[in-house]
């Protein structure tokens, strides 16, 4: 059979317009077919159910009214009898639907505007899914693209088979662009939105610069140095922390290049940014000494409870460690993950003094002694009056100028102090309203449970309903800067494990929780380790 032209125009405007949107044909007519369908509805009426076909072939279009086979007739306009059915198609079982062929139509101008909106609206649907589908797989990837326009800072860039936004504050400072003007970025989001997928890209994301390694230099691409950490300070100074799998390769060096080749390319696209490049390592104090280059590092001091480290530093190299505007120990603290505080080597000695004069002081009127007995103790590393009660006598003794005799008289004073404190702070915490029943807490000692009174905390209960980080203090980052709250028992050196444990005991006396829920959670989080050691 020959196609008509109106057949074969039909057939040609769905293969332009799935060329040129990207999309399927078969949606496109998928798209005429519910517009011719919607126009038949408003000519046979819009309760009639219309089934329309499309011939991918010869253009042919099929129009058919379905009527539903059922025992009593209801809806005339969308149902049949049995009995009528059976008149037409012996085989008719209710439920089956007949179909009635119906004759061609031509549309009216309303018919059409609305067929058209139908075939758009399809269409404009098919493509935002397409495009969607096409990057939300690229998250992670450098694109390029051309500048479409700017609007109020962010600039709207043509992907060619998308578009893209870079927002005012994924720019580098003092970068400017233009209609026209060729842009690299990264993906760093792709959303599914009401006006359409949008796909963000920065050009600021730490995760720019180590892609833009990884393109420039091979032994990166090829997974023989790996890049395992990034922080930046966009337009201005970057640290990159890499370490290589071949022993024979310096990863420094490879990143580096003849010359300066291949970070110098990098450089340039980044608007003139500083580069660090440094070799990572295994042990935290050697990779913070290597982060706060080029300043030298007398000596390093870690909590690693705290997740802190003390840095200290020469008088002269105080001002290069920390860097213009604290610059240089922000991006070593976020290239790390550690909380480093820079002391020079004076201000460390004064602290010393500071500590050892303090705890000298404690020992004195805590154990009443003269001032040469407490700088004794403190200087042999007691901390604490705990420490010197409960600590062997042996170890007492043994200190010069000092005998059996003086060792169990301080040790029985520093016993005596303590227990006096005891009470003082058991009558506190009765003054506050604090229940004995804390004390099965295990861990949990009266200081503590005075500390818990003064916050409100009276009973298991309310304890229970802590979180480990009401406990413990928390730590918040803003624009590259660390602010840390204190915990209730801050002042305890209570660490979180031990805050955890706390909580769930208190929690399991409750009834919030039982044995077999911690187990369960232990073989989740077994499972979850061993799924990801073995790479499954």
Known sequence: MAVSANRLELLQIADAVAREKSIDKEIVLGAMADAIQKAARSRY???????????????????QRLMQVVETVEEPVREISLDDARHRNPDAQAGDFIAEQLPPMDFGRIAAQSAKQVIVQKVREAERDRQ???????????????????????????????????????????????????????????????RGPQIFLSRTHPQFMAKLFTMEVPEIYDGIIEIKSVARDPGSRAKIAVISRDSSIDPVGACVGMRG???????????????????????????????????????????????????????DQLSLAIGRRGQNVRLASQL????????????????????FTERSNLFMEALDVDEMVGQVLASEGFSSVEEVAYVDSDEVASIDGFDEDTASEIQTRAREYLERIEAEHDAKRRELGVEDELREIPGLTTAMMVAL????????????????????????????????????????????????????????????????????????????????????
């Open 261 to 315: 080749s291949r970070v110098q390319a990098v450089v340039g696209e980044l608007q003139g940014e500083k580069i660090d490049i440094i070799p990572w390592n295994d042990n935290a104090a050697t990779f913070i000494v290597n982060a706060l280059q080029p300043a030298e590092v007398a000596k390093v001091v870690l909590d690693e409870d705290a997740e802190r480290i003390e840095v200290v530093v020469p008088d």
């Open 336 to 355: 790390t993950g550690w909380d480093i505080d820079i002391l020079t080597e004076e201000e460390e000695s004064q602290r010393r003094q500071k500590e």
């Open 45 to 63: 009426g819009q309760e009639t159910n219309i089934r329309t076909d499309i011939n991918p072939q010869t253009g042919e279009i099929k129009l």
């Open 453 to 536: 009174g003064e916050d409100g905390v009276k009973t298991i209960e309310d304890f229970a309903g802590y979180a480990i980080d009401d406990l413990v203090g928390w730590k918040e980052r803003k624009d590259g800067e660390t602010t840390f709250f204190d915990g209730v028992l801050g002042n305890f050196g209570v660490s979180r494990a031990e805050a955890e444990q706390m909580v769930v005991a208190a929690r399991m006396k409750m009834g919030w929780i039982s044995q077999e829920d911690l187990v369960g959670e232990d073989e989740a989080a077994e499972a979850e380790s061993s799924e990801e050691t073995t790479g499954v």
């Open 132 to 194: 969607y589908d096409e990057y939300k797989d690229r998250i992670g990837e450098i694109v390029n693209g051309t500048v479409k326009r700017v609007e109020y800072g962010n600039v709207i860039v043509d992907l060619g088979r998308g578009e893209a936004i870079i927002r005012r504050d994924e720019l580098i400072p003092r970068e400017m662009y233009k209609y026209g003007d060729r842009v690299r970025a990264y993906v760093y989001d792709v959303r599914r939105e009401q």
